[in-house]
């Protein structure tokens, strides 16, 4: 893969070729080792040098070896992807940062918020200002994830509008009629809610270009960069099945000819990509290296930078992360872990991590792009990939 990220790393099937990074190679085949995760791909660019590690299998069941174009389910991995692709039509004049959405989704229009937190779903007020495509963007617009017994939050998991590792069931104008038919949980601008606002954004771009969203994609993103194992859907004869830890170990969650085997009913980037290690560090060191072929340098700072008041995050704080806060469709760190327990998490790292079992992130203080990939859906806060930096880390 040559340094800009734009090779074709993607073809590789080798594991790495160099000893710099084979402590991360013998971490994470330790947990494979112990039944934690049936398999890997893990992919690094570091001083413009781009390596591959792969391990375990892609079934529990299989005798052939996980490989570098194995396709994962990135569930929220997916949102840098919706990032990139919403300021790419900025940048084109599709739509302005500051547009209200009302204008091609009238289901928002006349939004009214919850009088307060936990209110019932009556007891609401006008809103002050419209949702606007930065609000989509920041995770603003004033629905998301609540994870409480509140009456919107039961009524959001009622109506298959809550948050989850994998897209909507229902079409996308389907979807947006049942959120707009709910209060929204804070004022627009007020707080950072997660997921929702992506999918939302994903209706919005295909309404406001006329265009599919896949093929937006197609068009704009995995097409440039020749991301051939990136999209909505997958090859069952490549992708990994899906696993859920339990107490007994890990139980089927969703197998390579299931839900991703053929087009989705809601095409959105909040958790609806299947994609390789190797394409989303080709995306991520795309960024990284100025943004083209997709986006310009101001682009990607833009969505690369903290977008968020201090009182905007703090009621999300403990979802978000320590020193993490958010910029356009990115987790951005910044401040470093007073602790010292996640020494790689500097600040201006940027990136993202999905409930399946995947992260990637860009650490542009020590030069890093890094990515990955396993098929086990994470337990919690603490069940994610901290192990898999902190090797990282310790080979710079």
Known sequence: MSPDGRGRLSDMESR?????????????QRQ?????VPGFVAAVRYAGRAEVLTG????????APMRAGTQFRLASVSKPFAGALTLSLVEHGALGLD???????PELADARVLSAPGADLTDTRPVDEPITVRHLLTSTAGFGGLWDDSPLAVAMDERGLSPGPFPPTVPPDEYLRRLGGLPLAARPGERWLYHT????????????TGRPLPDLLAERVTGPLQLHGTGFTADPARLATQYAPTDDGLALLDPPGGRFARPPAFAG???GLVSTAPDVLAFLCALADGGSPVLGPSSVALMT?????PEQRAPAQDFLGPGISWGLQVGVTVEADGEGRRPWATPGRWGWDGGTGTSAWVDPAHGLV????????????????????AAVHDCL
Do not use: K, Y
Not at 305 to 309: C, M, P, Q, V, W
């Open 32 to 36: 494979v080792d112990e039944g934690r």
């Open 99 to 105: 547009d209200p959405v009302d204008r091609w989704l």
């Open 370 to 389: 890094g990515v990955l990939l396993t098929q086990r859906l994470m337990g919690g806060p603490d069940d994610g990939p901290d192990a898999f930096w």
């Open 56 to 63: 375990g299998r892609p079934h529990l069941d299989a005798d």
């Open 16 to 28: 790495t070729t160099t000893d710099r990074f084979a402590p991360v190679q013998a971490a994470l």
């Open 197 to 208: 606002s992506t999918d939302v954004l994903s209706v919005l771009l295909a309404r406001a």
């Open 269 to 271: 980037l909040a958790a």
């Open 305 to 309: 930078t903290d977008a968020l008041a």
